[in-house]
């Protein structure tokens, strides 16, 4: 099974830029669809973005669409989110996420998680 870890949250003004990193290591990210996900409190943990395998199709929640990029690097075995014009309600811990399929990634189906890291938009 895949191990996650993320990096790259902190605290940014709104209207600024932050990039995550998810990188892996116990298995080759090239078997997996890889997606990013977030949790507010208070609320439900949400579906950010996804990556095909080969990084050729991508989806984005429409709440991030046009702002988020994800991509992914499988020479490094690492996925990116690189996040602009950020706004106060992207406030989450954020999570990369490993599945076999977009099905899985869409029904929060899947098989590795990260541990999270926190990015904060002041106001």
């Known amino acids: 099974q895949v191990q996650l870890v993320e990096s790259g949250g902190g605290l940014v003004q709104a209207g600024g830029s932050l990039s995550l990193s998810c990188a892996a290591s116990?298995?080759?990210?090239?078997?997996?669809?890889m997606g990013w996900f977030r949790h507010a409190p208070g609320k439900e943990r949400e579906f950010v973005a996804a990556i095909s395998w080969s990084g050729g199709s991508t989806y984005y929640a429409d709440s991030v669409k046009g702002r988020f990029t994800i991509s992914r690097d499988n020479a490094k075995n690492t996925i990116y989110l690189q996040m602009n014009s950020l706004k106060s309600e992207d406030t989450a811990v954020y999570y990369c996420?490993?599945?076999?399929?977009?099905?899985?990634?869409?029904?929060?189906?899947?098989?590795?998680w990260g541990q999270g890291t926190q990015v904060t938009v002041s106001s």
């Open positions: 116990g298995s080759t990210l090239t078997r997996y669809v």
């Open positions: 996420a490993a599945a076999p399929n977009f099905n899985a990634i869409a029904t929060m189906n899947v098989g590795s």
